[in-house]
């Protein structure tokens, strides 16, 4: 039996009107962001980001007739019908290297020693590898024929002159990096990587790596935020930790304005009160809205903009969308690796930052609250996926095994092992 994620009751509102549904909250995120302003960088630095231009090609690829073996031009003709019993045997007359610029020419009856990559002699029509040959210097004997053709790439054979390569919106990996460079282009056009400030929140944070006392915890968010946004190829920046002063959120986020095209807070927004900081103080500006997601972990989420009016005091030309995370380390990699994720390709004019989901079959029972959708931490293995035990939010020992998220629908509540399962892979 399988159990989409996406189709099936309760998948597009949830039975509480209060909680928004996964992909509602996720239609919101991307309705709310805008892509970056293209940028012109050099092929190094562009290489990770996503093409605002379409790049296409200068020139014919290759320019120019060229050879794809090392052996001899020839005219076939002179070949026709060599054998191992009767090969043809031709003059050569000079030998042309990759790179060489000048001009030869082939007069019928003879050979030209010829490089893989170097240009095809006007005359030529064909080229015999040297295995097919005794590999002679003054002359050569040839004892197999060749086609019109043969191991010759032609102008234009690769790609024609002003083709297309790549397409504005395709991120530039290594094979793309080296398409644009065949082309010639030395920079192109992209969407820049979007910069990313991290902060966690909380009185109870303690730098990792100094002592701790009873009532305290290390600061993991902040390292594991800051982790997975480079991950994605983005830049990340990290602050230190915010202390729950509710005057002092909004300045330790001002403060960050100028370096960011994009904020993430952890903690500080469930139903505190004034303990919970970040919900707060951003709730008197307006402009981010919180909610409850109908998902564990990961419920209670905020997003919105800053930087109108109230924060930044940059005014309404710079608005910097931000996400509050909930403060359980789970919740908040969950909710970056759902929410955060789309948005940074958004950021870039692309969608291709969301996980990949692959179906496998339970080895072990799963559960689920009634009316969320759960994302369990699991071992993929192969078409197997094995839900790790300790699943609560705190729990991080088990996120360290992890390598996917299981995903239980909403409208289940348990389901036995050997059930099929949507499973999203982890970076
Ligand atoms: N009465 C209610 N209490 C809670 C609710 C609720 O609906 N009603 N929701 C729970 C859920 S679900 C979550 S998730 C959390 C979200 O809480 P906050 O976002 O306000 O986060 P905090 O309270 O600041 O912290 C929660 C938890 O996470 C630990 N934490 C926080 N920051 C870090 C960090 N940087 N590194 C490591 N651990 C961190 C923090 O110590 C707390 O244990 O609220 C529930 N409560
Ligand atoms: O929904 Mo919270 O995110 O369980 O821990």
């Known amino acids: 039996m399988t159990h989409g994620g996406t189709h099936g009751p309760g998948a597009a509102s949830t039975a509480d009107g209060s909680l928004s549904s996964v992909e509602e909250y996720q239609s919101a995120i991307l309705a709310a962001i805008a892509p970056l302003a293209p940028a012109s960088l050099e092929l190094a630095a562009a290489e990770g980001c996503v093409l605002a231009e379409d790049v296409t090609a200068a020139v014919a690829l290759p320019s120019f007739d060229n050879s794809s073996m090392d052996g001899y031009a020839v005219l076939a003709a002179d070949v026709a019908g060599a054998s191992q019993e009767s090969p043809a045997t031709l003059r050569v007359t000079g030998e042309i290297a990759a790179g060489d610029t000048g001009i030869y020419r082939l007069v019928p009856g003879t050979a030209i020693k010829i490089m893989t990559g170097a240009q095809l002699p006007a005359g030529a029509d064909a080229v015999v590898p040297v295995e097919w040959t005794d590999d002679g210097i003054a002359q050569v004997r040839v004892y197999q024929s060749a086609e019109p053709g043969n191991a010759v790439r032609y102008a234009g054979g690769d790609a024609a002159e002003g083709e297309t390569l790549l397409s504005a919106g395709t991120r530039l990996r290594a094979m793309q990096v080296a ?60 602050r230190s930790v915010v202390p729950d002063d509710p005057a002092g959120v909004l300045p330790a986020l001002e403060e960050q304005l100028i370096r960011a095209d994009l904020l993430i807070t952890t903690g500080g927004v469930s139903m505190g009160g004034e303990h919970d900081v970040v919900k707060a103080a951003l709730r008197e500006l307006g402009t981010v809205t919180f909610r409850k997601v109908a998902m564990q972990p990961g419920m209670p989420q905020g997003f919105g903009v800053i930087g109108e009016g109230g924060a930044g005091g940059l005014g309404a030309e710079r608005r910097v969308p931000i996400f509050t995370l909930p403060g359980n380390p789970v919740s908040a990699y969950v909710s970056f690796q759902l929410f955060v994720r789309p948005a940074l390709a958004a950021l870039q004019g692309a969608d291709d930052l969301s996980l990949p989901s692959v179906q496998a079959t339970l080895t072990g029972p799963a559960r689920s609250p009634a009316g969320r959708r759960s994302y369990l931490r699991g071992v993929l293995d192969g078409s197997k996926v094995t839900p790790l035990s300790g699943q609560q939010s705190h729990q991080i020992a088990s996120l360290g095994r992890a390598n996917a998220l299981i995903v239980i629908p909403e409208w289940e509540t348990q389901l036995p092992a050997g059930d099929t399962v949507d499973v999203l892979i982890l970076p």
């Open 179 to 238: 398409v644009a460079a065949s082309a010639g282009r030395k920079a192109v056009s992209v969407r820049p990587r979007p910069r990313v400030v991290v902060l966690s929140t909380g009185n109870e944070l303690t730098e990792p790596g100094t002592p701790l006392v009873p009532g305290r915890i290390w600061d993991s968010n902040s390292y594991m935020i800051a982790a997975a946004v480079r991950e994605t190829g983005a830049v990340a920046y990290r």
